[in-house]
């Protein structure tokens, strides 16, 4: 396995690894003071096209990679304000809908859940950066690129 580090303030160490994932998996590995964190995910980012919505779900995972439940209401949030806007499902807590609202741009949309699943509270945070981008061509215009120019003489 292959493997090149990115170190941040001498403390934070991102490790790009050609680990062997599935096709179109994202791993992202950091070290904090002897922690390791390894995030994999299908989807990290999604390309919204201005005149679209999409439906997400987030889903759990236990640390052996196996479906988790969590405790109560997912709870959904975007930030900034002003890109897009996300509406959780009135039925399922764990989908929403994003919908652009505003200029191009990103945004990051985050769930957040109780993984405790007893008395107390684990806070379990996932994100998904959004941008959004122009949507299809509708219309054109031809402009003039500089001022007219004279002919060559001849």
Same mark, same amino acid.
């Given at each position: 396995?292959?493997?090149? =580090? *990115?170190?941040?303030?001498?403390?934070?160490?991102?490790? *790009?690894?050609?680990?062997?994932?599935?096709?179109? +998996?994202?791993?992202?590995? +950091?070290?904090?003071?002897? =922690? %390791?964190? $390894?995030?994999?995910? /299908?989807?990290?980012?999604?390309? *919204?096209?201005?005149?679209? /919505?999409?439906?997400?779900?987030?889903?759990?995972?236990?640390?052996?990679?196996?479906?988790?439940?969590?405790?109560?209401?997912?709870?959904? @949030?975007? @930030?900034?304000?002003? !890109?897009?806007?996300?509406?959780?499902d009135?039925?399922n807590?764990?989908?929403?809908? $994003?919908?652009?609202?505003? @200029?191009?741009?990103?945004?990051?949309?985050?769930?957040?859940?109780d993984?405790?699943?007893g008395?107390?509270? +684990?806070?379990?945070?996932? *994100?998904?950066? %959004?941008?959004?981008?122009?949507?299809?061509?509708?219309?054109?215009? !031809? @402009?003039? %690129?500089?001022?007219?120019?004279?002919?060559?003489?001849?």
């Amino acid at each position: 396995m292959n493997e090149i =580090f *990115l170190t941040l303030g001498g403390s934070v160490k991102l490790v *790009l690894t050609t680990e062997t994932a599935p096709r179109g +998996t994202c791993v992202i590995k +950091t070290t904090y003071n002897g =922690f %390791v964190t $390894i995030a994999k995910g /299908f989807e990290m980012s999604y390309n *919204l096209p201005a005149d679209h /919505f999409v439906n997400v779900q987030v889903s759990y995972v236990d640390s052996r990679g196996n479906p988790a439940a969590v405790d109560g209401p997912v709870t959904w @949030a975007v @930030a900034p304000e002003g !890109i897009v806007t996300v509406t959780p499902d009135s039925v399922n807590s764990s989908e929403c809908t $994003i919908t652009p609202v505003g @200029a191009l741009g990103n945004a990051q949309v985050s769930a957040t859940a109780d993984a405790d699943l007893g008395e107390g509270v +684990t806070t379990l945070v996932t *994100l998904l950066d %959004v941008s959004v981008v122009a949507g299809e061509a509708v219309a054109g215009t !031809i @402009a003039p %690129v500089g001022p007219p120019e004279p002919l060559p003489a001849g």
